[in-house]
């Protein structure tokens, strides 16, 4: 077995913790899923839910790579992005404005003092009127992929849902196969507020915030005439997050999103791979 030191540098945004590495020189250990979620372990582990790589780009200042607690890699983190857009500006890798390259498309980020405004890709793959056949009946929903994709469906009391259990149950459905959806379930507060509760696939569980999830339920809200930009959001986690766009015949266009990015504590991560 060979071994080496990994520095990392822990981050949240809006309650959404990650693992960020610099891994510019190509040499984190991307195709060892058991490690990548032993790390991410709650009890045992750093503890996060993602890990973030910073990578060379040949079309952008630099690519984002990130990891669910399952050991699998996704599209897009919103959360995710705006931390690895500060720690990224911090590093001298890009400056205040900055592109990085994702597999959902290209991202662009801008320093706002400790806030970061991304730029969303296109969203796209919209439903506005579906209806999920559920154990207690057909469940109202929205869809859209804002870099993963997303099932929005409005509640009156967001405090009293299960959302583990319906969360569960969407995220597996059948209509979503074989890759799965993550789950928001939205209460209106207001002409341009929401409050919203995510199950996140992957992680299998509701978590305090989903930037992506933030960013769906905005234009699910926005599109159906139930708010109207720019619209703020209220995570479960405490914080809230602004998310702007246009609204377009086709779906939405200038989509943003800006939130907090900010530091938690820095380490190092003991890796030594095991002989086949």
């Not at 990650?18 to 045992?44: E, K």
Request: glycine letters at 12%; one cysteine or more.
């Amino acid at each position: 077995m060979s071994g080496s030191v990994i520095p990392f540098y822990k981050m949240h945004g809006a309650a959404n913790d990650f693992i960020v590495v610099d891994d510019r020189v190509l040499s984190f250990p991307t195709d060892d899923q058991a490690w990548l979620s032993a790390i991410m372990a709650r009890h045992t582990g750093v503890g996060s839910e993602g890990v973030l790589l910073i990578q060379p780009s040949e079309r952008a200042d630099f690519r984002m790579r990130f990891f669910n607690p399952d050991g699998g890699e996704v599209d897009m983190c919103g959360n995710g992005a705006r931390c690895i857009a500060r720690l990224a500006h911090e590093l001298g890798v890009s400056g205040e404005q900055m592109t990085f390259e994702t597999p959902a498309g290209l991202v662009g980020a801008t320093m706002i003092g400790q806030d970061v405004r991304l730029d969303m890709t296109a969203p796209k793959d919209w439903k506005l009127d579906g209806a999920l056949d559920m154990p207690g009946g057909p469940l109202a929903y929205g869809f859209v992929n804002s870099g993963v994709p997303h099932v929005v469906v409005e509640v009156t009391d967001i405090e009293s849902f299960d959302v583990q259990g319906t969360g569960a149950l969407i995220r597996h459905h059948a209509l979503f196969a074989p890759g799965g959806t993550n789950a928001n379930f939205i209460e209106i507060t207001g002409p341009s507020s929401l409050r919203l509760r995510t199950y996140e696939r992957g992680v299998e569980a509701e978590t305090p915030a989903c930037g992506t999830g933030i960013v769906a339920s905005a234009l699910i809200a926005g599109k159906t005439g139930r708010v109207t930009a720019p619209v703020h959001v209220h995570t479960a986690g405490g914080h809230t997050l602004e998310v702007n766009y246009q609204l377009t015949p086709d779906g939405a266009e200038k989509v943003t999103l800006q939130g907090p990015a900010e530091h938690v504590f820095q380490g190092e991560l003991p890796y030594r791979r095991r002989a086949d």
